[in-house]
């Protein structure tokens, strides 16, 4: 690649193999599958017919956003708490909170969801301190549901939710909030009207982030809902092995990757994603 | 400053709550993979290190954990490759002819790996890759790219592109270049991209689940098994060992970040 | 709080510790009602930690805060009303002007009426009225000033702190801007304490300056009276410049003495109440390069020494020298343009000339 005379040709080469990774061996196969979705079981749309006509495409629609919505809500609410304390906390501290973050957001999604397991299940931990300490005498259902389920996924979220606060939350310049003390505003005040509406940019980055990535999320709901309540992921999943319906999983499959792709692009001006990605690696 | 703005009782107190809510869980496992019981528990009459015998003795953990290593690295290897190379030609030609790139780039981040796990169940039919080593690792490897290629780029956004003109100018070809005077500087990027590439294909799941079925037998899968079959302390033992396994490579990470600013 | 009227501040022994570093050592000081205090100091003086123990954000280690005779030490900076400008202006940048101006209104729950009013005056006071709408990013440097002036100034605070105000400022615009602050100053007669690094902008702007190194109170008083009267080499050399003579005293009486400074004998003048060195002790003298004279042939003054050009500039109005003198070393020499009767050049040999009462006796507390 040395002497090609022409100097910005080199710099092209380097791109492609990757590009061309990406394009045969990404990009290729996600459209051919979806494009199953018109094709079979016969061509034309009468998958995407199911979702105004099929109960049971709808139930899991709407279990999903449902459990997405709430998913948001809370790792927002809780990511928002730790990233605020990260930002005001001392260089010593941060470092600590810090790691309360990225430890988990690096640990195997599996190894967490079997954490939950061992803690939530009937003969679980928490059940089991509750029974012997007389406060219950049934174990509580706190898996294999849909409370399970958010408590997982909560959990997994709150780390995808914490980078993009934190890195809009760092951008304030403290001074603001002297300058809001100095001026007569009481802690309240100052959060209220300066460092809320400052950081906000980072709690709508987050709470896009965060949907999108519960949207299509297979291996959590699939553990800790026990196949009693399903999210769009594992239901695509059911209906390509085990029920052999392709058309039927592909529909669904087109329609997140496009309930993404909307999501992101309405957002879009807000959002800067390489900067979300940025950050957290 | 003694008087800087500081979270309230209600701000410390849910930072608190939600930063023992994030790290309890994972450390409630190391005593549940103590116990000396022989079901999911808590140690009862003392510690015991049964479970984690009964781990290493067996020839299926090993064999997965071994499996789950090879794919690991030749997956990290490829995307390492390709990615610190596409890192580095999108910084030197223009932002925008590499805009489209770019996006391409965080396709894999963004889209759910269920729609690219049945993807590829139906593109590695014909091409003779389902349950095969190359299969594997060419999905994780594909995949791993984007988190390479972010690494890069941060460390390239810190790098004054006189000093390759520079270096240019004084005789030095593209691939010298490259050799001297670009990828010792960013090395540390790319080791992080390694190091997340790695942990990227470790811990993979849904698309094993799809392209992968008995030659073919990752850790992660036989984790899932596990879960779905029988939940028995050897379990924990296999998550307290996965556990101490990411902590070493972050903190190996960590290290050397910190090794390369100071 | 709001009697119009300026407030009087007593720094009592003030100390601030970080570990084992000292920021600010036993500073006393008085600020008096309406009057301009700047404190004045080389970076890491101690200034800032004074400022902002007096605003609140750093609590001293020992030592009292006092406003009109009451302890304010223990106090939460919202609960001192004092208005502050911080370095680099802190406007709220997701607010406009109106509502930056607003906001110390807002979070003493004043009705929305009686907040227009004030906004509109406060920013009238800076003239920046038709700018109301514009959010802090659209303003230039000088109007981003005004904006935070107004917001310290809007809800009538017993002070105002001024962190280093004008520092983000370009040279020309800062020179204007001083003006107007003391402008400013003057029409809501309120106590102001301003912080600097810029000695210009301090002997331009203070009623009085109070000079910092390395935490400690050096010299206060008038800016003529400390430029004129430096107590010590430091002050002499950071507030404009300075020649230092050193030598011993000698025959020293109640008008002045001799400084014997190697081979030359230097006479001083003392000023009333002045008291004489020792004879034989050490001594150091500032002399100002501005009250040297170049003398004309055949003139004279109370001390002469003769030398040559070692190097010259032209300043405009004057000239700045540098000269190589036969008994005392080198020299530096500001000297008028309209008084240099001649072209200088290096090498020319000159005869240097000044009054009795031009040195003026300093500790020499150099490190």
Same mark, same amino acid.
């Given at each position: ?6 100097? +910005?040709?080199?710099? =092209?080469?380097?791109i ?39 109960g ?5 629609i ?27 906390a ?25 954490? =939950? ?48 606060m ?68 594992? =239901? ?7 029920l052999i319906? =392709? ?6 499959a ?23 990605? +940025?950050? +957290?690696? | ?112 790996s ?65 050799r001297w ?32 079925s008995?030659d ?39 290290a ?7 | 709080? !709001? ?15 970080? /570990? ?13 009602? /309406? ?9 890491? !003086? ?10 609140g954000?750093?609590? #001293?280690?020992? /030592?009292? @805060? ?5 302890? @304010? ?31 110390p ?87 102001? @304490? ?9 002997? !331009? ?50 008008? /002045? ?19 004489? #060195? ?26 002469v ?18 000269? !190589? ?6 020299l ?17 040999p ?16 150099? #490190?």
């Amino acid at each position: 690649m040395s002497d090609s005379g022409r100097p +910005g040709l080199g710099w =092209w080469l380097l791109i492609l193999p990757a590009l061309l990774l990406l394009l045969a061996f990404y990009v290729a196969p996600i459209v051919q599958v979806l494009a199953v979705s018109v094709t079979e079981p016969e061509m034309g749309l009468g998958n995407y017919e199911r979702i105004f006509t099929s109960g049971s495409v709808q139930r899991v629609i709407l279990t999903t956003l449902r459990i997405c919505l709430i998913t948001t809500v809370f790792a927002l609410l809780l990511g928002y708490g730790i990233a605020y304390a990260i930002t005001l906390a001392s260089p010593r501290m941060k470092g600590w909170w810090i790691l309360a973050v990225l430890v988990p957001l690096w640990i195997s999604v599996l190894v967490r969801a079997f954490a =939950w397991v061992t803690l939530l299940r009937r003969q679980g931990l928490i059940n089991n301190t509750l029974m012997e300490s007389g406060l219950i005498s049934e174990p509580l259902p706190l898996v294999w549901n849909e409370f399970g389920i958010i408590v997982g996924m909560v959990h997994y979220m709150v780390p995808f939710a914490v980078l993009p606060m934190l890195s809009s939350m760092r951008e304030i310049d403290p001074r603001l909030l002297a300058a809001a003390r100095g001026l007569g505003a009481s802690r309240g005040d100052t959060f209220r009207r300066v460092f809320l509406p400052l950081s906000m940019p980072g709690v709508i980055a987050a709470g896009v982030l965060v949907f999108i990535f519960s949207l299509g999320f297979y291996i959590t709901p699939a553990i800790l809902g026990g196949g009693k309540t399903l999210m769009v992921a594992e =239901w695509i999943s059911l209906q390509i092995l085990d029920l052999i319906r =392709w058309g039927l999983g592909t529909m669904m499959a087109t329609m997140l990757v496009l309930a993404i792709l909307v999501t992101l692009a309405v957002f879009s001006r807000i959002v800067d994603l390489r900067r979300i990605f +940025g950050s +957290g690696a | 400053m003694d008087g800087a703005h500081t979270p309230g009782p209600f701000g410390r107190g849910l930072a608190w709550a939600t930063a023992l809510y994030l790290v309890l869980p994972i450390l409630i496992i190391l005593p549940v993979a103590l116990t000396d019981q022989r079901y999911l528990s808590l140690p009862q009459d003392g510690i015991s290190f049964e479970h984690f015998r009964t781990v290493l003795s067996s020839p299926e953990w090993l064999g997965s954990i071994w499996q789950s290593f090879t794919i690991a690295i030749a997956a990290t290897v490829l995307s390492v490759v390709a990615g610190t190379l596409c890192a580095i030609g999108c910084w030197r030609i223009s932002r925008r002819a590499t805009d489209l790139i770019r996006v391409l780039m965080l396709l894999p981040l963004i889209i759910p790996s269920i729609v690219y796990a049945i993807g590829l169940y139906r593109y590695f039919g014909p091409l003779g890759l389902l349950d095969r080593f190359a299969g594997v690792v060419l999905a994780h490897g594909v995949t791993g790219i984007p988190y390479v290629v972010i690494t890069v780029s941060t460390a390239l956004a810190g790098f004054d592109p006189r000093l390759e003109q520079a270096a240019r100018g004084m005789g030095a070809s593209l691939s010298q270049t490259l050799r001297w005077v670009i990828l010792p500087r960013i090395a540390p990027g790319i080791f992080s991209g390694a190091i997340f590439a790695f942990i990227h294909s470790w811990d993979e799941l849904v698309m094993v689940l799809f392209i992968a079925s008995r030659d073919v037998f990752t850790l992660p899968r036989r984790i899932w098994d596990g879960i779905n079959e029988n939940l028995d302390p050897a379990m924990a033992a296999v998550a307290v060992l996965l556990i101490l396994f990411t902590t070493l490579l972050l903190m190996a990470d960590r290290a050397l970040r910190r090794r390369s600013e100071g | 709080m !709001s009697d119009g009227r300026g407030h009087a501040l007593v720094l009592r022994g003030l100390s601030k510790h970080y /570990g084992a570093f000292t920021a600010v050592d036993k500073v006393s000081l008085e600020v008096g009602q /309406g009057e301009f205090l700047t404190l004045l100091g080389p970076s890491g !003086s101690g200034k800032t930690t004074i400022l902002m123990a007096v605003a609140g954000f750093v609590a #001293p280690t020992a /030592g009292s @805060i006092l406003l009109d005779g009451s302890d @304010i030490t223990p106090l939460p900076p919202e609960k001192r009303n004092f208005g502050m400008v911080f370095q680099g202006y802190a406007l709220f940048p997701h607010m406009t002007v109106a509502d930056n101006v607003a906001f110390p209104l807002r979070v003493r729950r004043l009705s929305r009426a009686d907040r227009d009013v004030k906004v509109r005056a406060a920013l009238d006071l800076v003239q920046l009225g038709q700018f109301a709408d514009r959010l802090p990013k659209q303003l230039s440097g000088g109007q981003q000033q005004r904006v935070a002036l107004a917001r310290a100034l809007v809800f009538d605070p017993a002070l105002l702190l001024l962190d280093e105000p004008l520092s983000a400022l370009d040279k020309k615009l800062r020179a204007e801007l001083q003006e107007e602050l003391k402008a400013l100053h003057k029409r809501v007669g309120r106590t102001f @304490i301003n912080v600097t690094h810029d000695q210009e902008e301090a002997l !331009s702007m203070s009623d009085r300056i109070a000079i910092l190194n390395h935490g400690k109170l050096i010299q206060h008083g008038a800016p003529g009276a400390l430029y004129e009267r430096p107590r010590t080499r430091f002050v002499a050399d950071f507030l404009g410049k300075s020649n230092f003579l050193e030598g011993i005293a000698r025959v020293p009486t109640a008008r /002045g003495f001799t400084l014997e400074a190697g081979v030359h004998d230097i006479a001083v003048r003392l000023t009333e109440g002045e008291a004489p #060195p020792p004879e034989g002790k050490r001594s150091l003298l500032s002399l100002r390069p501005e009250k040297i004279g170049l003398l004309t042939d055949g003139a004279t003054a109370e001390n002469v020494v003769g030398g040559s050009i070692v190097a010259w500039s032209y300043l405009g109005a004057g000239y700045s020298l540098r000269i !190589s003198t036969d008994t005392l070393g080198e020299l530096r020499v500001v000297l008028p343009a309209w008084q240099a009767s001649f072209a200088p050049a290096e090498g020319l040999p000159v005869r240097l000339g000044w009054s009795a009462d031009a040195a003026v006796l300093v500790e020499d507390d150099a #490190p």
